[in-house]
């Protein structure tokens, strides 16, 4: 029985009907593994329900849409509220199936930020502070944290909530990095970006692999 909002579900091994014309791939940025239901998929503004298949990936089918951009949203259900922000990333769809033609499946990867409740494991590197106004010390909520890394920029790792409080995960060792090495100290910056306003970068720091440092709160300036 179809499940209101996140769509039917169908075996590997069966045969869809319809043709498939989005194919939403939703991933954990810590883990790099498919996340596991429940989770909502949608297009913004629009009405299409996804089949979600047992492999994790949701299928767009028979859409009536024409080649344009669109939103691709992933909101987190039940027990992954607490574990990953919602995600959303613009979608140029392409290639509308003509009769006897095969179909380009439009794939889409969308990378879902752990909330600060995330199950980390003891092992991992973690940066967890809060974000607070300069001017007041209220919270900052949704503003995206960058990672730089020994000087380089690794992109958008995580995002503040509600209270301003943010986990920020850093990348596993390298694949062949001999586990019998000293952990390394680890230089880094964060920058903190909100919607219609500046950055704002910390100064460097320093982190141990495999420990979590605890940051003091940090001010965001001029708001």
Known sequence: MANPGVGQFFHGGDRLAESVWVVVDPRDLVTGQRVSGPLQVRLKSLTPQPIAARSGVYCFVDLALPPAKYVV????????????FAAEREL????VPVPGQPLQRNPIRIELLPRPDYPFEAQFTLARGRLVKASDATPVPNARVVLILEGTDLGRRGQTDERGAFALCFPRAAPGTNPADAPKDLTFELRFEIVGGPSHTTPPS???????????PIQFPGI
Do not use: C
């Not at 949203?73 to 990953?84: A, D, F, G, I, K």
């Open 73 to 84: 949203q992933v909101q987190p259900l039940s027990r992954n509220r607490e574990r990953y």
């Open 92 to 95: 140029n769809l392409v290639n």
């Open 206 to 216: 320093v982190l141990r692999e495999g420990t979590t440092k605890a940051l003091d």
